[in-house]
């Protein structure tokens, strides 16, 4: 009986004495996978209870911080209509600007947040591909420096279901990384569809740049997807921006059991490659 009692002080839920008694040994088997179950149940409800909170709670604080933004960027928007100096337009398109670059780092978080959590649900529904990136193009801030040329083939199917908020934001933060860095010249964005069966499509996007490339350094094990990882760290750093984005991209990809690759040669651009599984709709 001490060994016994030292045996459950250190952690053992049952033990079995000598000589043994089959009708003890299944009684002691019984006790201990009753044990297991009811903890592994329990377990089991505290995780969803608590991923089930986190969503909660992400959905509140978005919901919470959109209003306000919506908010500024709606008067934002009724005071530029209205009659203003040179300085004060000036300044209000500061205030536009700033606040668009604060609500998307907020998104990205808050995305992020919610993407990592494996039990998130992924949306689901019906889209076109090519309207996709048409309205992708169309709604990016494009200098004058670049030519942004869309690949569209005749084949593409008008129609697919899957995770179009989700391939929506991938194939978005492609193309304003490409733009971000190429100062000039062309970004050529394209999908295309590859059967898989008679349900089963995969939609491959290309974004092509001929921006400053990518240093080597980043690209070694992928490194270049890690979260708040950017070439340039220092605070006086070219480009702005978190180095959430990519890192993102690949969570996405990772949950839509996807892929995302990058190819990249200092001077000579970029071209990143992201792919997905969809349904003939």
């Known amino acids: 009986m001490e060994t016994a009692r030292q045996a459950i002080s250190f952690g053992a839920s049952e033990y079995l004495k000598k000589p043994f008694d089959l009708e003890h040994i299944q009684t002691v088997v019984a006790r201990c996978f009753r044990n297991y179950y009811v903890n592994t149940q329990h377990e089991t409800a505290i995780r969803q209870d608590v991923n089930a909170a986190k ?45 668009l670059k604060y609500f998307e780092h907020v998104q990205d978080i808050l995305t992020y947040a919610k993407i990592s959590m494996s039990e998130s649900e992924i949306s689901r529904g019906a889209f076109n591909p090519a309207t996709l990136v048409l309205k992708l193009i169309g709604e990016a801030e494009i200098p004058d420096s670049l030519q942004v040329n869309s690949g569209i083939p005749e084949d593409l199917p008008e129609v697919v279901a899957g995770a179009e908020q989700e391939i929506r934001i991938v194939v978005r933060k492609l193309l304003l990384n490409a733009i971000k860095f190429t100062k000039e010249g062309r970004i050529d964005i394209a999908v295309r569809a590859e059967a898989l069966s008679a349900a089963q499509l995969r939609l491959v996007f290309t974004v092509v740049d001929t921006g400053e490339g990518i240093d080597p350094k980043l690209l070694e094990n992928g490194r270049i997807f890690d979260a708040f990882t950017q070439g340039d760290s220092s605070l006086r750093r070219a480009h702005e921006g978190l180095g959430l984005g990519l890192s993102l991209c690949k969570s996405i990809a990772d949950r839509l059991e996807g892929s995302i690759r990058v190819e990249s040669e200092r001077g000579k651009g970029s071209t990143f490659t992201f792919d997905c599984v969809v349904v003939v709709d």
Not at 80 to 98: F, K, P, W
């Open 55 to 99: 969503n909660n709670f992400l959905e509140i604080v978005s919901h919470e911080l959109n209003t306000p933004m919506n908010g500024i960027l709606g008067f934002l928007e009724l005071l530029e209509g209205t009659s203003l100096n040179e300085d004060q337009a000036e300044y209000v398109a500061t205030i536009r600007d700033c606040s």
